[in-house]
DNA sequence: CAGGATATTCAAAGCGCTTTGAGACCCGCC
DNA sequence: GGCGGGTCTCAAAGCGCTTTGAATATCCTG
């Protein structure tokens, strides 16, 4: 059914069942109910492809997710941002496009994605360390807003992030004034922008009480459960072990609980647990109360809220860039407790 | 830079650019290489939408997530799936439109996908028993292609899947050849057909054996770490603990594991665990040997299958509804071992 | 009831592309 | 040198929708 067949089953012109439908006021209200009355009897949704045609809206909003080819790693926590996401396109009858692009093809997809014309703004995952493909975007011309930021970049442009530094400064804090001095970091990669941050909060914590910062308490890599498990495991079995860890994801965290579990330590009492907390519905931090304190930041909320912004910036692009920061919680758990007497 | 632009500056008719670009035999390879040259020299890419209109095709899939209103949780497995699918996308120039619609709506939903006409097709996920979409999609006649099946379903329907049945029955068969005669099932919610095939596998097994099914060894629900962790730790402290837990997930098995490390069990001899493992990306089972034996399907094999056939198929309409059923290995890890004594 | 204002409706032009049916050009052959 | 056949190229008609500018009803006032 399209518009020419229905508007010939009402004798009404295209023009006059378009605009009935569109809301526009030369429509007597009488005739607008008849033919809403009757797009919906045959099933009429007008064709997005023509619709965008003739608007040059695409409704649409391409997310590319960054591959990389090394690590083929997909961020688990970009199903709970989609889903936000998602709520925000849903309510403004937005599609979502997405596309899982190689590192190295990255500014042809960019650059595509714009010319096809068939997205009318993106969001930018996983921004690195002075992200190329923020300017990449700008010279584009096509809306867009970064999930994170970029250090580095001098512009300003749209973004949301979440403060990691400051959640992790606090975290360490916490740490320390439970009496820890070892306290390692094990951390996503540090050429992400999100890490970078985290372990700058850090070494601001320990800096700010005069800890040295022992390098060989700092990992970073895929932020997987053998990651932790591994890395807290080698550490544990030296001499001066750490007596607390602060994971950048639940998933490490389990990892190092489970290198504890090994060696016998009770968690909260002979070793502590700070984890960044993304609040994916997967993965909850325990049922009432927390398994692990944690720093928390719901990527879900951030995933809705992004969108939100992008939507707002499309319909209003004359506006000044939005920029958001979020700030986390920390919620206490049992994964810490006052650092094991001997080590004081 | 569209059609028009492109062929002014090269003074051919836009006819003739579309065809060059187009690969149509009607142009000397001159004129091909000159406007090819041209294009890339001015990165014009074709308007999607325009593109779409013209021909009738929208080049890209749909992909529905059904999204419960009550247990608001996306599948984690979710994220693997769709790596997969978008390599064969990326591949044949296909877009992927993604949707995660809440329950009451998806009918709706898959209406609209069709009238609107911006996908050529679409993967339903997540099949329940007897799931009513198949008919709808069916009747709709979109192309389409269910990952997963829907026991209850007479009619033939276009699928693929993991023989969840075989596998769980095979896995169930090593523990009772370990001496195993307690076996906990910890299940995902049994609406969904995976995971009533799972169950139907288990108790195949058991039948087998002879031995009673015992309801109280069963739990089905959102596959979380904590559903092992508690259904586990409760089951562990009957008089009468099972000695051995099947879990559909590696999330679920790493609650388990945390349940019997709580109780000082050594895993793989105390307490084994067989789990499957969706070969996740970010969740891998152990770096060099198994953590868990476990049956191993990958879902982002699956996923990019799912993509080339149901392309397949939308290439060739008439062509019988592609059907594929796939294998899990089953892969011995460091989590199984004999029953105890004192249990034999 | 004429005349103008207002409320409705219409025909037609685009949006950027593909594709059809026709025309121009070039070649070699008889 | 004219003609048939191949090779290229073109103008124009759609694809389904929005939107402009004009036409027609309808209504109200004096």
Redesign the interface.
């Given at each position: 059914?399209n518009l020419k067949q229905l508007s010939d089953i009402l004798n009404l012109s295209q023009t006059t069942v378009s605009r009935a439908l569109n809301g526009y006021p030369e429509v007597r209200e009488a005739t607008r109910r008849r033919v809403m009355e009757a797009a919906r009897r045959y099933?009429?949704?007008?064709?997005?492809?023509?619709k965008?045609?003739a608007t040059g809206r695409?409704m649409?909003i391409g997310h590319v997710i960054p591959?990389s080819r090394k690590h083929?790693?997909?961020?688990?926590v970009?199903?709970?941002f989609?889903?936000g996401a998602?709520?925000a396109y849903?309510a403004t009858g937005y599609?979502?496009?997405?596309?899982?692009?190689p590192d190295d093809v990255q500014a042809e997809h960019y650059?595509?994605l714009g010319?096809?014309?068939?997205v009318d703004g993106i969001i930018l995952h996983g921004p690195l360390v002075s992200d190329s493909r923020i300017e990449l975007l700008r010279e584009i011309g096509l809306p867009f807003l970064v999930h994170g930021r970029s250090s580095g970049i001098e512009e300003t442009y749209p973004y949301l992030d979440m403060n990691n530094r400051r959640a992790f400064a606090r975290a360490t804090r916490h740490l320390i004034e439970l009496g820890h001095r070892r306290i390692a970091l094990l951390n996503g990669d540090e050429s992400m922008d999100f890490a970078a941050r985290r372990r700058a909060g850090y070494e601001d914590a320990l800096r700010e009480a005069g800890i040295r910062i022992d390098p060989s308490l700092i990992v970073s890599g895929?932020?997987?459960?053998?990651l932790g498990l591994?890395a807290a495991g080698e550490m544990l079995d030296r001499p001066e072990a750490p007596t607390a860890f602060l994971t950048s994801s639940i998933?490490i965290a389990?990892g190092v609980?489970?290198a504890g579990?090994r060696r016998g330590l009770a968690i909260g009492r002979d070793l502590s647990i700070i984890t960044h907390d993304d609040a994916?519905?997967?993965?909850?931090n325990?049922?009432d109360e927390p398994l692990f304190t944690a720093t928390r930041s719901s990527v879900r909320e951030a995933g809705r809220r992004c969108a939100e912004l992008l939507l707002a910036s499309i319909a209003n692009p004359d506006a000044p860039p939005p920029q958001e920061l979020l700030e986390a919680d920390l919620i206490i758990g049992r994964s810490t407790g006052p650092a094991p007497r001997k080590d004081i």
């Open positions: 059914m099933n009429y949704t007008p064709n997005t492809r023509a965008g045609l695409a649409s591959l083929e790693i997909l961020n688990p970009f199903g709970d989609i889903t998602s709520e849903v599609d979502l496009v997405l596309s899982l692009v650059r595509n010319a096809k014309g068939n895929e932020m997987t459960e053998s591994q998933v389990l609980e489970r579990f994916l519905s997967y993965l909850p325990g049922s």
